[in-house]
């Protein structure tokens, strides 16, 4: 092994002091009987310590200092049935073996993931009252939608091939199955907060989960409140206003994640465009009467038939924008997203997001062609509002609607390519 300077040493010592008095002050709060602050601190240092040794003694150096620190706990856990403690618990002394071997951990690994790992632990701990909250809303309902989770990204997932099975080198069963998992993993984050919430949820917050569910399943919903009376049309109108705002936000989220390098250029156009939206959520707002328009009932974005559904969707606007690509050029491009975003925009978002990572396509056309599909989308909405809401919230939203429209058109045409 590499011998461990004296500043490495330092810094990486002084670091596990500190993260072993940040989880002894929270164990220290909870009253906990076999560790406090100073015994957090002092098995923190102790693992760091023992992993210097190893590196010049040898790997058993760390295994018996590992296997000193759990006797000691279990003689303390013995101590305490001893004393009459009937459940004793173990949160503390896992914490304990958890710390000595971060403290070895922050000695020979990766600082960054060792001090994210020793941070997350005081959290854990901590937050252990809303966690419990937490798991006592959730019904088994909301259990399924965890666990279907779990299998799509842990079990079906890693199984999945990673290559290619086209003429045109992009359908990938690997890479389109993790653009499920995010966009599924997108509407989970919402479908948790929403449970959390409830009928809490406020008129903005009720737009900004819904956009995070999804936004047209959001319109449907509120158009047909407003027009069997479940509420004024003016709520029905914000909440879909701000629903679609958030869609440049999933937009944004779903290019950093698949093209990081096209964010430079994809970026301050689509910021441009939320912060447009935004603006006309706000005015919105502002002309609203007083009152409020509770969620309605969300579905659960989980569903295996939802997620087989959106990779095939995927799949298919992926080899069409690779196929538009190489025969039409970025101008076949703009038609498919016209088509696909009337459904979605998040398949678009992704497979153009694909080509741009790949060097196919410029970032310049990608913000382009999913700013056209964004379009189609809103006037789907708006066809949705009028069509399910009625004239009254048709009325409401065109305006604002057509303003925003109008602001992507002159983007696309307007901005200046870098």
Same mark, same amino acid.
């Given at each position: 092994?590499?011998?461990?300077?004296?500043? #490495?040493?330092?810094?990486?010592? !002084?670091?596990?002091?500190?993260?072993?008095?940040?989880?002894?002050?929270?164990?220290?709060?909870? *009253?906990?009987?076999?560790?406090?602050?100073?015994?957090?601190?002092?098995?923190?240092?102790?693992?760091?310590?023992?992993?210097?040794?190893?590196?010049?003694?040898?790997?058993?150096?760390? /295994?018996? /200092?590992?296997?000193?620190?759990?006797?000691?706990?279990?003689?303390?856990? $013995?101590?305490?049935?001893?004393?009459?403690? +009937?459940?004793?618990?173990?949160?503390?002394?896992?914490?304990?073996?958890?710390?000595?071997?971060?403290?070895?951990?922050?000695?020979?690994?990766?600082?960054?993931?060792?001090?994210?790992?020793?941070?997350?632990?005081?959290?854990?701990? #901590?937050?252990?009252?809303?966690?419990? +909250?937490?798991?006592?809303?959730?019904?088994?309902?909301?259990?399924?939608?965890?666990?279907?989770?779990?299998?799509?990204?842990?079990?079906?997932?890693?199984?999945?091939?990673?290559?290619?099975? *086209?003429?045109?080198?992009?359908?990938?069963?690997?890479?389109?199955?993790?653009?499920?998992?995010?966009?599924?993993?997108?509407?989970?984050?919402?479908?948790?907060?929403?449970?959390?919430? !409830?009928?809490?949820?406020?008129?903005?917050?009720?737009?900004?989960?819904?956009?995070?569910?999804?936004?047209?399943?959001?319109? $449907?919903?509120?158009?047909?409140?407003?027009?069997?009376?479940?509420?004024?049309?003016?709520?029905?109108?914000?909440?879909?206003?701000?629903?679609?705002?958030?869609?440049?936000?999933?937009?944004?989220?779903?290019?950093?994640?698949?093209?990081?390098?096209?964010?430079?250029?994809?970026?301050?156009?689509?910021?441009?465009?939320?912060?447009?939206?935004?603006?006309?959520?706000?005015?919105?707002?502002? +002309?609203? #009467?007083?009152?409020?328009?509770?969620?309605?009932?969300?579905?659960?974005?989980?569903?295996?038939?939802?997620?087989?559904?959106?990779?095939?969707?995927?799949?298919?606007?992926?080899?069409?924008?690779? /196929?538009?690509?190489?025969?039409?050029?970025?101008?076949?491009?703009?038609?498919?997203?016209?088509?696909?975003?009337?459904?979605?925009?998040?398949?678009?978002?992704?497979?153009?997001? #694909?080509?741009?990572?790949?060097?196919?396509?410029?970032?310049?056309?990608?913000?382009?062609?999913?700013?056209?599909?964004?379009?189609?989308?809103?006037?789907?909405?708006?066809?949705? /509002?009028?069509?399910?809401?009625?004239?009254?919230?048709?009325?409401?939203?065109?305006?604002?609607?057509?303003?925003?429209?109008? !602001?992507?058109?002159?983007?696309?045409?307007?901005?200046?390519?870098?």
């Amino acid at each position: 092994m590499q011998e461990l300077s004296l500043e #490495h040493l330092v810094v990486r010592i !002084g670091i596990a002091l500190g993260l072993g008095l940040l989880v002894g002050l929270q164990r220290e709060r909870s *009253d906990a009987t076999i560790a406090g602050l100073r015994t957090f601190a002092l098995v923190t240092v102790f693992g760091g310590i023992a992993a210097v040794l190893s590196v010049e003694f040898g790997g058993w150096v760390l /295994a018996a /200092a590992f296997l000193t620190v759990a006797t000691m706990v279990v003689m303390g856990n $013995v101590a305490k049935l001893r004393a009459g403690f +009937r459940d004793p618990g173990i949160t503390t002394e896992v914490a304990v073996l958890l710390m000595f071997g971060l403290g070895a951990f922050l000695v020979i690994g990766p600082l960054e993931l060792g001090i994210a790992a020793g941070g997350t632990v005081a959290v854990l701990l #901590h937050a252990k009252d809303r966690l419990q +909250r937490l798991v006592d809303h959730m019904g088994d309902q909301d259990v399924t939608a965890i666990m279907r989770f779990v299998l799509l990204t842990l079990v079906i997932l890693p199984v999945l091939p990673d290559r290619t099975f *086209d003429p045109l080198g992009v359908l990938n069963p690997r890479q389109i199955w993790l653009m499920v998992v995010l966009i599924v993993g997108i509407g989970l984050g919402g479908y948790v907060t929403y449970k959390l919430l !409830g009928d809490r949820a406020g008129t903005a917050l009720a737009g900004l989960l819904g956009g995070m569910i999804s936004s047209t399943a959001t319109t $449907v919903s509120y158009a047909r409140r407003s027009r069997f009376g479940d509420g004024p049309s003016e709520f029905a109108a914000v909440i879909i206003l701000i629903a679609s705002s958030v869609v440049f936000v999933r937009v944004l989220v779903e290019i950093a994640v698949v093209a990081p390098g096209s964010l430079s250029v994809a970026a301050p156009p689509l910021l441009l465009l939320l912060a447009g939206f935004v603006f006309l959520s706000v005015v919105a707002w502002s +002309r609203r #009467h007083a009152g409020a328009l509770g969620m309605p009932e969300q579905g659960n974005p989980t569903e295996l038939s939802s997620a087989l559904a959106f990779g095939g969707l995927y799949g298919v606007i992926l080899l069409a924008t690779a /196929a538009g690509q190489e025969w039409f050029g970025s101008e076949g491009l703009y038609l498919i997203a016209l088509i696909s975003g009337l459904a979605n925009t998040d398949a678009i978002t992704l497979s153009t997001a #694909h080509l741009t990572q790949e060097g196919r396509l410029e970032p310049s056309t990608l913000w382009r062609v999913v700013t056209v599909a964004v379009i189609s989308n809103l006037l789907f909405k708006l066809g949705i /509002a009028r069509f399910l809401g009625g004239r009254m919230l048709f009325r409401r939203l065109l305006p604002f609607y057509a303003a925003g429209i109008l !602001g992507a058109i002159v983007l696309i045409v307007g901005w200046p390519d870098r």
